[in-house]
């Protein structure tokens, strides 16, 4: 009996080392218990390191809370395959480290669990389609390969404009290519960015392409922030925080996936008719609101999906804030 007794304790010994050593992917992810306060009538929370500002949205389900590491390989199973180019820099981690700066103003912490699988779908779907080295007839389908890229392969220049030299001066010998996850062009872009993120972008755009996480970072800042003020932000778009003026509805633009593409992209792919690169952009957000369980028919009737028909709201014969 005691030899026996002395087995099962060695057993759950080995056990316990076992369970040490592979742990859950996902242990460094856990958070401590959330801490609640109510300022002025209005319930607000801090969530331990993921959401750490006292915000009302951190009173919600974080990112971590729908969206796992095994998930975010299924949304991207071939971003490590041969015919990428970013092998290995793109990560689960990343991008929760990224996201944590903007989960308590809001960023897949507004509103109810749909809403807010929704939104990260919807942003995944703009990086997903932006990065993707997908084609046709590519193994696992073309709508597998985002996050191939984190860099513009071939630029055809430096994207050096003059026009910005007294507020965001081109640095001799950067250029200013695309990069990221939602990739950043030009000097102004950059110096921008870099503003928001207090990182010297104008001198070292480089960055972006050498650390996943400010790369999610400058992704999710362009998410989160107008092209120009007086315009929504494609998080305000997408979540209904955005009330359309007199002249959005005449110009066809409402609140929903559609207009995000508008704000991010403007007449490179909106107004422009039922064209491949508006539909690319559309079919990763399904793709990826299927895979996370939340299913297609949740992305809203075809008005609210395209931007086929809308007017941007910056021509690109005007400047805008990004691009």
């Known amino acids: 009996m005691e030899m026996r007794m002395r087995m099962i304790l060695c057993l759950l010994v080995i056990i316990s080392i076992i369970g040490c050593i592979h742990g859950d992917e996902n242990e460094s992810f856990r958070k401590q218990p959330t801490k609640v306060k109510t300022v002025k009538g209005t319930k607000m929370c801090v969530k331990d390191w993921e959401c750490n500002k006292l915000s009302k949205f951190c009173c919600n389900l974080t990112i971590t809370d729908y969206l796992d590491t095994d998930q975010f390989e299924l949304l991207f199973t071939k971003r490590n395959s041969p015919v990428a180019q970013a092998v290995g820099f793109w990560d689960y981690g990343s991008f929760i480290r990224a996201s944590a700066l903007y989960q308590p103003l809001g960023f897949g912490t507004t509103g109810g669990k749909k809403m807010q699988m929704k939104e990260i779908a919807a942003f995944l779907g ?132 559609g207009t995000t593409m508008n704000i991010l992209y403007g007449d ?15 079919s990763h957000y399904q793709y990826y609101l299927d895979l996370m369980g939340v299913g297609r028919e949740q992305a809203g009737p075809h008005e609210v999906l395209n931007c086929a028909e809308q007017k941007p709201f910056n021509p690109t014969a005007a400047p805008a804030a990004a691009s």
């Open 126 to 257: 703009h990086v997903g389609s932006r990065t993707s080295c997908g084609y046709g007839v590519a193994t696992g389908g073309p709508l597998a390969y985002g996050l191939c890229y984190n860099k513009e392969m071939s630029p055809s220049q430096d994207y050096c404009d003059d026009y910005f030299k007294l507020t965001y001066p081109c640095t001799p010998g950067a250029r200013y290519y695309g990069r990221g996850a939602l990739p950043i062009y030009w000097n102004y872009n950059y110096g921008a960015i870099g503003e928001a993120l207090k990182l010297n972008l104008l001198d070292h755009p480089e960055y972006i392409e050498q650390n996943a996480t400010m790369a999610f970072q400058a992704a999710i800042w362009r998410w989160m922030n107008p092209m120009k003020k007086g315009q929504p932000s494609a998080h305000d778009a997408f979540v209904g925080n955005w009330k359309p003026t007199k002249n959005d509805t005449l110009s066809k633009r409402l609140p929903g996936f």
């Open 268 to 282: 490179g792919v909106c107004g422009q008719g039922d064209v491949d690169a508006m539909n690319n952009i559309i």
